[in-house]
Structures are given as C-alpha cells and as structure tokens.
T-cell receptor, first 110, second 114 residues
Framework: QQPVQSPQAVILREGEDAVINCSSS?????VHWYRQKHGEAPVFLMI?????EQKGHDKISASFNEKKQQSSLYLTASQLSYSGTYFC???????????FGAGTTVTVRA | DAGVIQSPRHEVTEMGQEVTLRCKPI?????LFWYRQTMMRGLELLIY????????DSGMPEDRFSAKMPNASFSTLKIQPSEPRDSAVYFC????????????FGDGTRLSIL
C-alpha cells in the first residue's frame, strides 16, 4: 500500500525551513527518501532503518518513528538547489520492495 | 563509476508494436528494479530481480509485459503489443546486496505509444 506524503507542495524562500512527512499503514522496516528534478531520475538522499540506523548525506536530516510508522525529512536553510519533488519509499519487514508516495513538490525561490 | 544505463532514452511507436527497454545495472549490484512513473499513478514497482532471478512481478500490469535478466549486467522489459495507456517514463534501478541499500536509478526511458 502506498505511503501518504504531506504536504503535496511547499514554496519556500532561500534560507527557510520545511518538513516533509511520510506515513504508512503497514509496519515498516525501512524508509528511503529520494529527490527528483524535472525530467531527471530520482536521486538517493537518505535511508532510515528500523532500529535507528541511518545512511545518507550529511546535509540532509530525517527521522523515523517506528511506532507510528512515520518518517519526516527536514529541509534546513533551504537553497535553490533543494527544489524538486521529494519521494518517500517504504519497505515492510517481510520483503525488500519499496512502495513510493505520491511526492512532495518543493519550490525554493530567491 | 558508471551509473545505471538505460536505452533508449526516448521511444515513440505506434499502438500494437513491440517495445523493448534495456538496462545495464551498476557492476556488483545484486538487485535490479523496474519502475513505471506516470502523473496519475506515480512511481510504481513493476518487477525486481535478485541475482538475475525474478523475485516479485506482482506489479506487472498485464501479460503484455515481460521482463528478463539473462545475466548480471543486462535486463530487458518488453511490452507486446503496446497500447497508448503504456505511455510513461520507465526507470531501471539497482542496489547492492539487499534493498536496505540505496537504489540507484537510471535516466529512464520516456515511452510514447501513439
């Protein structure tokens, strides 16, 4: 089942912060975050695993609430390059395939 | 390092024709995934392979779709016969060892069926 992302879209000015949320109705083992710019492929940002392990870029932060099956991605001091569509992909305990959310479109303006 | 390579980048063909999309995963990656992306349905997993073996094809929409991975460095996704509703961007992705590792996406094939 597809995870639910919120908000659908957000507009920021450079330097502002934003939070993108991802929630699932299934027990989760992993949450992946990707960013996709228009006409390009999704690019890996972060993986959060059950138990607290994280893998990803130093400038990106995220959290994973295992009890609530929720994850949040934090965009801090946003830059123009942060613009794009952010997708969360969730993996359940029993298999490794990911279900992706509908995406959150982030627009950062000067 | 070379990333995931997909070909062709764009394909325009007429309804009823056979379409073959190709993917070369990153060397050493054990998992290969085929996705379809549309505005209406978002990013959908079609099928994935582990060590060249199909593990889950439950996302393949119809029998018109088939995928193979004859060796560790090559996979194909075929649509026969193609229909206009198959128009989408098809992505191939690969990952190391297991899906707790990042998935690396190719640039995609933009498919238009007229």
């Amino acid at each position: 089942q597809q995870p639910v992302q919120s908000p659908q879209a957000v507009i920021l000015r450079e330097g502002e912060d934003a939070v993108i949320n991802c929630s699932s109705s299934k027990a989760l083992y992993s949450v992946h975050w990707y960013r996709q710019k228009h006409g390009e492929a999704p690019v890996f940002l972060m993986i959060l695993l059950k138990g607290g392990e994280q893998k990803g870029h130093d400038k990106i932060s995220a959290s994973f609430n295992e009890k609530k099956q929720q994850s949040s991605l934090y965009l801090t001091a946003s830059q123009l390059s942060y613009s794009g569509t952010y997708f969360c992909g969730t993996g359940s305990t029993n298999d490794y395939k990911l279900s992706f959310g509908a995406g959150t479109t982030v627009t950062v303006r000067a | 390092d070379a990333g995931v390579i997909q070909s062709p980048r764009h394909e325009v063909t007429e309804m009823g024709q056979e379409v073959t999309l190709r993917c070369k995963p990153i060397s050493g990656h054990d998992y290969l995934f085929w996705y379809r992306q549309t505005m209406m349905r978002g990013l959908e997993l079609l099928i994935y392979f582990n060590n060249n073996v199909p593990i889950d094809d439950s996302g393949m929409p119809e029998d018109r779709f088939s995928a193979k991975m004859p060796n560790a460095s090559f996979s194909t996704l075929k649509i026969q016969p193609s229909e206009p509703r198959d128009s989408a961007v098809y992505f191939c992705a690969s990952s190391l060892w297991d899906a707790r590792e990042p998935q690396h996406f190719g640039d995609g094939t933009r498919l238009s069926i007229l």
